[in-house]
Structures are given as structure tokens and as C-alpha cells.
């Protein structure tokens, strides 16, 4: 809305406060700041999204390996097998031989 005064045309509101430049130039430079800020977490959300699409599909081809796995381990009546590389004759069903407990022990410290 255009309000005249004398012979000069304004923008602003004939009530609004004067803000001096200075502040302008930093309300300005702070929107810009956020502006940026905004764009940057846009983007590492879309990486974010790309990579949990990446961890799903990868998640998906291991369960389907998985699912053409057990079929051979039920075959072959071997659940030791399941729980490691099946060179391990001496490990038992529950995990408790001698490599099951430092390979559930190194699992453990990769989920941290």
C-alpha cells in the first residue's frame, strides 16, 4: 500500500518504526545464513534417504540369501552351520563353543 508523503512515494506504512541499516543488514545476512542452513540439511536429508534405500536393498538381498540358505541347512541337519562358516565342528547349538562366543562377542561390538 502507497502512502504519499508530500511528493514522495512510500512502501512502507506510515506507522511502522524506522529500522536503521544496519539492523536491516543483519536481518539479511542471518536470513541468508538460514537460508543456506536449510539447503544444506535438504540435501544431507535426501543422502540420508538415498543411504536408507541403500541399507534396505541391501537388507533385503541378505534375507533372500538367507531364505536359499536354509533350505540346504535343513538338509543337511547342521544348525552349528547356520551360526558360522560350518568349519567349526566343536561349536554348539546355543553359541557357546569356542569361536561362537568371540563371534557373538565381535557382533556385539559392530552393533555399538
Known amino acids: 500500500m502507497k502512502h504519499t508523503n508530500g511528493a514522495q512515494a512510500t512502501d ?3 506507522d511502522a518504526p524506522k529500522v536503521a ?6 536481518v539479511n545476512a542471518e536470513r541468508s545464513r538460514l537460508e543456506d542452513k536449510r539447503a ?11 543411504e536408507l534405500g ?3 536393498r541391501a537388507v533385503q538381498a541378505t534375507d533372500e540369501l538367507l531364505e536359499l ?3 540346504l541347512l535343513a ?3 547342521s544348525e552349528s552351520a547356520a551360526a558360522g562358516d560350518g ?3 566343536e561349536a554348539e547349538p546355543d553359541g557357546s563353543g569356542p569361536k561362537g562366543g568371540e563371534a557373538h562377542e565381535r ?3 559392530l552393533s555399538r
Open 69 to 71: 540358505l536354509a533350505p
Open 54 to 56: 541403500r541399507i534396505d
Open 12 to 14: 512502507e506504512h506510515p
Open 40 to 50: 544444506q540439511l535438504l540435501l544431507k536429508r535426501e543422502a540420508a534417504q538415498a
Open 75 to 77: 538338509g543337511n541337519g
Open 107 to 109: 557382533d556385539t561390538e
Open 21 to 26: 541499516p544496519r539492523f536491516i543488514r543483519a
Open 87 to 89: 568349519s567349526n565342528a
